[in-house]
């Protein structure tokens, strides 16, 4: 069974029929429904991710440049970077890992059960870091509001501080505690 929101996938790669061919691998897969926008070049790419955020990007080797800008406009962002090479660009593929990229794909090895694979182990790494910020995040807001009671006795003040950081954490515009 599908999942019913659709992941959003930037690839970019300057050959049209390699592509083609992603597109079709991607479609293909029974588990995510993609959203897939291609870009000939990374510089495209990178105008569209000034202003949006995608899920997953699949990129060809020559693409260290935009990793770096696109890390630079979107320092927090969980997206998945996901690299297909040439057999010979093996060597450089491991290098560009160390700078953020999560896989590589070996171009001329790539079948959809590879892609699909890749692309769902991406996925899941990324839905799991951001539990854990989540979680991370829970734990700092109780460590906090601990701290504020052993630091004051007013149970006033303290009902106010909690309030004020569960709303923040919430995202609210109001809290009853």
Not at 43 to 66: E, K, N
């Amino acid at each position: 069974m599908k999942h019913s929101s659709y992941l959003t996938i930037l690839l970019i790669d300057d050959c049209a029929e390699e592509r083609e061919t992603y597109c079709r691998f991607l479609r293909q897969d029974s588990l995510y429904t993609y959203r897939i926008l291609e870009f000939n070049t990374s510089i495209q790419a990178m105008a569209w991710c000034q202003y949006q955020i995608p899920d997953v990007i699949l990129l060809d080797s020559d693409g260290l440049t935009f990793i770096h800008q696109f890390r630079e406009i979107h320092p927090h962002s969980q997206t998945a970077v996901i690299m297909l090479t040439k057999p010979e660009d093996e060597i450089t593929s491991v290098q560009v890992m160390k700078s953020g990229v999560q896989d590589y794909l070996v171009k001329d090895k790539l079948t959809p059960a590879i892609l699909q694979s890749a692309i769902h182990h991406a996925i899941e790494r990324m839905y799991l870091t951001r539990q854990l910020e989540k979680s991370q995040e829970k734990q700092q807001l109780v460590a906090q509001i601990a701290l504020r009671i052993r630091q004051s006795l007013k149970l006033e003040e303290i009902l106010h501080q909690t309030a004020q950081q569960v709303r923040q954490f919430l995202q609210a515009d109001r809290v009853l505690v």
